[in-house]
Every structure is written in structure tokens, then in C-alpha cells.
């Protein structure tokens, strides 16, 4: 029932898309986009990405508006190293650890540092779980630092919200799933 929900809510949200880029609700419009959904689910379907644990709301909240104060505090950070006067800042690549289980969420942490203005992950080791990230302003050890605690706390946060240890379960397989 599950994969039969989420196959239908794929469709209607490729069908609002496709009514978004053209701008107008009509009939032709609403007809058209069903068509390309269909067409994009049938003949481009991803990979099922196995779901594991819980999701915790107050956690979430916490982590979106954590991320949120990061994304204006670095915004700040990187608007005043563009027009300060004095040398260009100095960058470095930077290996973090990121200890989670999911690949899921995983790919939804490097996305979170990959908006943050300031970074990008350059390269992601799934196996050894560690990221490498191109870090703007690497000038002294505080600010060194400062990039290894918020890595650190994004990972508490991302375990908090969807990965605590006493409800985490191997994901069932799609044949499993089905039945």
C-alpha cells in the first residue's frame, strides 16, 4: 500500500510541476502533465531508496531552524569576506565525518552543507562515511574549528531527527514491502 502511495503522490507532484512551468490550470494542461508524469515514472523510474527509523518532528523543527540560522550567519560571513578590504580569504578542502546510517540521510546532510553559502562537498566516501568539503575562510583554528563543530552538530541533529539508535531497523526489501 505504501509503494502504491508514494507512486501516486509522484505522479500528482510531476503533474503540479508540469502546471507550474506553464503557468495556467486548465484541462489540457492537467491532461498533458499526467502524460509526461506517467512518461517519466515508466520509462525513467528510479532506484527505491530504503527508509529506516522514524521521523521525529521537534527534532526536525530544531534541525530546520538550526540549518536556517547557519544559512543567514554564513550568508553574513561570505557578503563581508566580498567586499572587505585586504587580501581574498584563504580556502582549504576539509574531511568530516559524518557517522550516519541512512543513505538517505546522508545525502540529506551533504545537502544542507552543500547550501550553505561558504561550502561545498567536493566528495562523498559512503563507505567510510566521510565527506570533503571546500571551505571558504579557513584562515585560523577557530575557524577550522568552528566548521568541525557545526559537522559534528549536524550529525546530532540528523540522528536526532531521523536516526536514534532505539528505533533504528534493517529496511524491510521491496519484496517485502509489496507483500
Known amino acids: 500500500m505504501r509503494t502504491w502511495t508514494?507512486?501516486?503522490?509522484?505522479?500528482?507532484?510531476?503533474?503540479?510541476?508540469?502546471?507550474?512551468?506553464?503557468?495556467?490550470?486548465?484541462?489540457?494542461?492537467?491532461?498533458?502533465?499526467?502524460?509526461?508524469?506517467?512518461?517519466?515514472?515508466?520509462?525513467?523510474?528510479?532506484?527505491?531508496?530504503?527508509?529506516?527509523g522514524r521521523l521525529h518532528p521537534l527534532s526536525l523543527l530544531w534541525l530546520v531552524l538550526r540549518v536556517a540560522w547557519w544559512l543567514a550567519q554564513s550568508s553574513v560571513q561570505v557578503a563581508w569576506l566580498a567586499i572587505r578590504p585586504g587580501r581574498p580569504p584563504l580556502s582549504a578542502v576539509l574531511r568530516g565525518h559524518l557517522a550516519l546510517k541512512s543513505d538517505l540521510v546522508l545525502a540529506l546532510a551533504v545537502n544542507i552543507m552543500n547550501l550553505t553559502p561558504g561550502t561545498i562537498v567536493l566528495e562523498i566516501d559512503q563507505a567510510r562515511r566521510l565527506v570533503y568539503v571546500h571551505v571558504v575562510d579557513v584562515g585560523n583554528e577557530r575557524a577550522v574549528g568552528r566548521f568541525y563543530r557545526q559537522v559534528a552538530e549536524l550529525e546530532r541533529m540528523m540522528i536526532a531527527a531521523f536516526e536514534r539508535d532505539s528505533e533504528w531497523r534493517p529496511a524491510a526489501s521491496e519484496s517485502e514491502e509489496v507483500s
Open 6 to 52: 508514494l507512486r501516486i503522490w509522484t505522479l500528482v507532484w510531476l503533474t503540479l510541476v508540469w502546471l507550474l512551468l506553464w503557468g495556467t490550470v486548465s484541462v489540457a494542461n492537467v491532461l498533458s502533465g499526467v502524460v509526461v508524469a506517467l512518461a517519466i515514472t515508466l520509462l525513467l523510474p528510479l532506484p527505491s531508496v530504503p527508509v529506516q
